[in-house]
């Protein structure tokens, strides 16, 4: 009996656990990002499309690591297209003071997988 059905990932945004099964897995941006009003918490989100392990998914971009990418990759995100991320997962706490994992990206390369290194603001 296949269990592929059974077993394959449930929901499109990706998740620190994803990360941690992977750690060397790339997330590679498909689409520019888009904002996304979370009306749980009345905020937006910034989601970024992409690639990870093959399969379609959704980041979910906070603001340290949307600053860190446009550092890299300038702050027009429709330019971040083709680019790849390696996330890892870091100890985080949340407003209600429980510590969490979370995605952290941890280098930004450009299509033939080099590293971007931040650009110098005057």
Not at 65 to 76: L, M, P, Q
């Amino acid at each position: 009996m296949d269990v592929k059905e059974f077993t394959k990932q449930q929901g499109t945004f990706l998740k620190a656990e994803d990360i941690k099964k992977n750690p060397n897995a790339e997330f590679k941006i498909t689409s520019e990002g888009e904002f996304v009003e979370n009306e749980r918490f009345k905020k937006k989100n910034f989601n970024l499309k992409g690639e990870f392990m093959t399969e379609q998914r959704v980041l979910n971009c906070n603001k340290t690591n949307a600053r860190f990418i446009e550092e890299r990759a300038g702050s027009d995100s429709s330019k971040w297209v083709g680019k790849y991320l390696k996330l890892e997962t870091i100890k985080t706490r949340r407003t209600d003071g429980v510590v969490v994992d979370s995605i952290n990206v941890n280098a930004v390369l450009d299509e033939n997988k080099q590293m971007l290194v931040p650009t110098v603001k005057i």
